[in-house]
């Protein structure tokens, strides 16, 4: 290849959201021509009516079913493929499920010799109904290579037939803002921080559970940063504990300021539990909170060990005490909450943007070198090589390896077992 600049066109549904432009900006300064397509709105915290200005040029284009993540669809096929033909580019960078309606109509409208690149952040290996199996054959035929956020989901790609190229590539955080605090262990009073969305399953009542364990020894308080249904009971949790007054509930937040709530706090807790149908899939929190200096504490589950990284510390899934009991000791221990605190900051390094988007241009060029590649069937040998390859995928919180996408297969199981064989079959 030329010395000249990639040109890589960006498909992403999130876009809209500056905080999620932090990887565009980092490719950009790695060396990339940058091209962002985005929905014209896309209703989520964060999203902006009007675009900030960036470093690249970000092309606004109107979705069918907006908020919906994997069924959502570009509403002007023919405006789509202008921009593709404008920006006539090296290399197309999809930043959605293989499945999905997106990366179906996306790549439909592509030239037959552009390369492209996929994303994948499912770490449940899921049954899916049709035509989103299909889709996925489809996409794994057409794709030069995938970049997961994780190696839960790189093994369940793998073991789905996907035989390209596979690069994990964590999420990343922006260095300048999630920067260390001078937060120290002897502060007046001990802060303790959760944030995201506010569902039962992300934990709040084990945070404020673990929040009266350390009132037991000494001065502190929560700060609860999001929205959603769990939001409403934090005034009888902390009843309950024994803990109102203590726990502050703030709206969600930008990328700034929740910085600014982590570098204030003594440690960020994410006790996230699995579901029937969702486990964590990255953890945000555990990274910004370790670049910011906050120890981190929550539960070995999901992808969180592998992010941690070593810097934090993490109590089987499920055991409230056992974790309340180890904020409170990080409470009362500052030689142990140093440690941990300067082993978190430690693995924060190589999640910064900079270096994530350094190795993505690599994996670009790499894709364009490699061109489509044709997949395996999948299988039981399939899943047991991507099991060699990349570890095991996530298991639900009810013990299921291959759990049905839809609600209503999950419940009926002989519905969902006749569309499992009919899929089966349409892969032979």
């Given at each position: 290849?030329?010395?000249?600049?990639?040109?890589?066109?960006?498909?992403?549904?999130?876009?809209?959201?500056?905080?999620?432009?932090?990887?565009e900006?980092?490719?950009?300064?790695?060396?990339?021509?940058?091209?962002?397509?985005?929905?014209?709105?896309?209703?989520?915290?964060?999203?902006?009516?009007?675009?900030?200005?960036?470093?690249?040029?970000?092309?606004?284009?109107?979705?069918?079913?907006?908020?919906?993540v994997?069924?959502?669809?570009?509403?002007?096929?023919?405006?789509?493929?202008?921009?593709?033909r404008?920006?006539?580019?090296d290399?197309?960078?999809?930043?959605?499920?293989?499945?999905?309606?997106?990366?179906?109509?996306v790549?439909?409208?592509?030239?037959?010799g552009?390369?492209?690149?996929?994303?994948?952040?499912?770490?449940?290996?899921?049954?899916?109904?049709?035509?989103?199996?299909?889709?996925?054959?489809?996409?794994?035929?057409?794709?030069?290579?995938?970049?997961?956020?994780?190696?839960?989901?790189?093994s369940?790609?793998?073991?789905r037939?996907?035989?390209?190229?596979?690069?994990?590539?964590?999420?990343?955080?922006?260095?300048?803002?999630?920067?260390?605090?001078?937060?120290?262990?002897?502060?007046?009073?001990?802060?303790?921080a959760?944030?995201?969305?506010?569902?039962?399953?992300k934990?709040?009542a084990?945070a404020v559970?673990?929040?009266?364990?350390?009132?037991?020894?000494?001065?502190?308080r929560?700060?609860?940063?999001?929205?959603?249904?769990?939001?409403a009971?934090?005034?009888?949790?902390?009843?309950q504990?024994?803990?109102?007054?203590?726990?502050?509930?703030?709206?969600?937040?930008?990328?700034?300021e929740?910085?600014g709530?982590?570098?204030?706090?003594?440690?960020?807790?994410?006790?996230?539990?699995?579901?029937?149908?969702?486990?964590?899939?990255f953890?945000?929190?555990?990274?910004?909170?370790?670049?910011?200096?906050?120890?981190?504490?929550?539960?070995?589950?999901?992808?969180i060990?592998?992010?941690?990284?070593?810097?934090?510390?993490?109590?089987?899934?499920g055991?409230?005490?056992?974790?309340?009991?180890?904020?409170?000791?990080?409470g009362?221990?500052?030689?142990e909450?140093?440690?941990?605190?300067?082993?978190?900051?430690?693995?924060?390094?190589?999640?910064?943007w900079?270096v994530?988007?350094?190795?993505?241009?690599?994996?670009y060029?790499?894709?364009?070198?490699?061109?489509?590649?044709?997949?395996?069937?999948?299988?039981?040998?399939?899943?047991?090589?991507?099991?060699?390859e990349f570890?095991?995928?996530?298991?639900t919180?009810?013990?299921?390896?291959?759990?049905?996408?839809?609600?209503?297969?999950?419940?009926?199981?002989?519905v969902?077992?006749?569309?499992?064989?009919?899929?089966?079959?349409?892969?032979?």
């Open positions: 290849m030329d010395e000249r600049r990639l040109r890589v066109l960006r498909i992403y549904h999130a876009g809209r959201d500056r905080s999620h432009r932090a990887r900006r980092a490719l950009v300064a790695a060396g990339v021509d940058v091209v962002l397509v985005v929905p014209s709105s896309w209703p989520e915290s964060g999203s902006e009516s009007t675009l900030s200005d960036e470093p690249f040029e970000v092309v606004s284009l109107s979705v069918s079913r907006g908020g919906d994997n069924r959502h669809r570009y509403a002007d096929p023919a405006a789509l493929a202008a921009v593709i404008r920006v006539a580019p290399l197309v960078d999809l930043h959605e499920e293989p499945f999905s309606a997106a990366t179906h109509q790549l439909a409208a592509l030239p037959a552009t390369p492209a690149v996929g994303y994948t952040a499912q770490n449940l290996d899921k049954r899916y109904p049709p035509p989103f199996t299909s889709w996925e054959r489809q996409a794994f035929r057409r794709l030069s290579a995938i970049a997961p956020c994780s190696r839960q989901a790189a369940v790609i793998r073991g037939g996907f035989a390209g190229l596979i690069e994990v590539l964590p999420l990343g955080h922006d260095a300048a803002v999630f920067a260390p605090g001078e937060q120290r262990h002897s502060d007046d009073v001990f802060q303790v959760l944030a995201g969305r506010l569902v039962p399953e934990g709040v084990d559970e673990a929040l009266a364990e350390v009132r037991r020894h000494r001065k502190a929560l700060v609860v940063v999001g929205s959603g249904p769990e939001a009971r934090i005034p009888e949790l902390a009843s504990w024994g803990v109102t007054g203590h726990v502050e509930l703030l709206p969600w937040a930008d990328e700034a929740l910085a709530i982590y570098r204030a706090s003594h440690v960020v807790v994410v006790p996230s539990q699995a579901t029937s149908r969702w486990v964590e899939q953890g945000r929190g555990v990274v910004e909170g370790q670049a910011c200096g906050a120890a981190v504490a929550g539960y070995a589950r999901g992808t060990p592998a992010v941690a990284a070593g810097g934090a510390w993490l109590a089987a899934e055991d409230r005490v056992g974790l309340a009991r180890a904020v409170a000791r990080l009362q221990d500052p030689v909450w140093e440690a941990l605190r300067s082993r978190g900051m430690a693995a924060a390094q190589d999640k910064q900079d994530v988007a350094a190795r993505q241009a690599e994996l060029a790499r894709a364009v070198v490699a061109g489509p590649l044709p997949p395996t069937r999948a299988g039981s040998a399939s899943r047991a090589a991507a099991r060699q570890g095991a995928p996530a298991v919180g009810d013990g299921q390896q291959r759990p049905f996408a839809v609600p209503v297969l999950r419940d009926q199981p002989r969902g077992r006749a569309i499992g064989a009919l899929a089966d079959l349409t892969r032979r």
